[in-house]
């Protein structure tokens, strides 16, 4: 299937700032990007910049005063729910590839070591694999309250834990913590997410975080705020959490006045309902 998906940013500067752009879209897991647009006013030049964890990020200098950044893209990628196995094993830690210990540690939001005594409580008992990282999933869905306006930039999953009460951000933090502490790897994504195949949310569209879990070999999509399979995920960036692929860096004040997202299937215009259905 064909999406469209992009953001615009309008900014405020005193002064010039040079920032660092994290919102495309990643060419891997069967998407490939068609086409894509950039344009920033006042006019600047961009450069490519890719980071420790292969996504491609670019720089720019906002000018000095009111200020906008539009990325659209039209990308390519399979009709098909997120992959499910209830057979994935989990690895014993001596086992693990070196490359992805990293994603066992604590870091500065998913504070894994500090909730292990409550990780161990909540999921110590449950079958090792897929289905305890199900039961995390399930748990932070369950216990959560999705609020925009009850959360902060800098809350840590100590904060999400104890307030129960967060943003998909904070939902994916929280299950990072759960299975590092329980010495499964897990990283944080995130990127855009159409409704596609679920009634729309009432809210704005807005970027969309999740989680990957490595067992059985590879890494899987667990998506702990929406706690189904969904179609269509189209990821920016992946890291250790959301410190690593913040999606706007400034090296100076800028001011955010306004944020628009979308991510839209793309239907052809001859295409009819019973066309979809088939």
């Known amino acids: 299937m064909r999406i469209r998906v992009g953001c615009e940013f309008l900014f405020d500067a005193a002064v010039p700032v040079p920032t660092v752009?994290?919102?495309?879209?990643?060419?891997?897991?069967?998407?490939?990007?068609?086409?894509?647009?950039?344009?920033?006013?006042?006019?600047?030049?961009?450069?490519?910049?890719?980071?420790?964890?292969?996504?491609?990020?670019?720089?720019?200098?906002?000018?000095?005063?009111?200020?906008?950044?539009?990325?659209?893209?039209?990308?390519?990628?399979?009709?098909?729910?997120?992959?499910?196995?209830?057979?994935?094993?989990?690895?014993?830690?001596?086992?693990?590839?070196?490359?992805?210990?990293?994603?066992?540690?604590?870091?500065?939001?998913?504070?894994?070591?500090?909730?292990?005594?409550?990780?161990?409580?909540?999921?110590?008992?449950?079958?090792?694999?897929?289905?305890?990282?199900?039961?995390?999933?399930?748990?932070?869905?369950?216990?959560?309250?999705?609020?925009?306006?009850?959360?902060?930039?800098?809350?840590?999953?100590?904060?999400?834990?104890?307030?129960?009460?967060?943003?998909?951000?904070?939902f994916a933090h929280l299950a990072i913590s759960f299975c590092r502490a329980l010495n499964i790897p897990a990283r944080y994504v995130f990127g855009y997410l159409p409704d596609i195949g679920v009634a729309p949310l009432p809210e704005p569209m807005d970027f969309c975080a999740w989680m990957e879990v490595y067992l059985g070999g590879r890494w899987w999509t667990f998506d702990p705020r929406n706690n189904a399979s969904r179609i269509g995920r189209v990821v920016i960036a992946r890291g250790r959490d959301a410190m690593d692929v913040a999606m706007v860096t400034s090296y100076g004040k800028l001011l955010l006045e306004q944020m628009t997202v979308w991510a839209d299937e793309i239907i052809p215009a001859a295409a009819t309902l019973d066309d979809r259905l088939r």
Request: proline letters at 3%.
């Open 21 to 170: 752009v994290l919102v495309r879209a990643r060419q891997d897991g069967g998407v490939m990007v068609e086409r894509e647009m950039w344009h920033v006013q006042p006019n600047a030049s961009f450069s490519d910049l890719v980071d420790m964890y292969g996504n491609h990020a670019r720089r720019v200098v906002i000018g000095a005063g009111k200020a906008s950044l539009r990325y659209d893209a039209e990308v390519t990628t399979s009709a098909a729910l997120d992959e499910v196995s209830p057979v994935a094993v989990q690895h014993r830690v001596e086992d693990l590839p070196g490359e992805i210990l990293i994603y066992t540690l604590a870091s500065r939001y998913c504070l894994s070591d500090v909730l292990s005594d409550a990780a161990v409580n909540l999921f110590g008992t449950t079958p090792l694999g897929w289905e305890r990282v199900q039961a995390v999933c399930d748990w932070v869905h369950d216990n959560v309250r999705f609020d925009y306006a009850a959360t902060r930039p800098d809350a840590t999953s100590i904060d999400v834990f104890e307030a129960r009460v967060g943003v998909c951000r904070d």
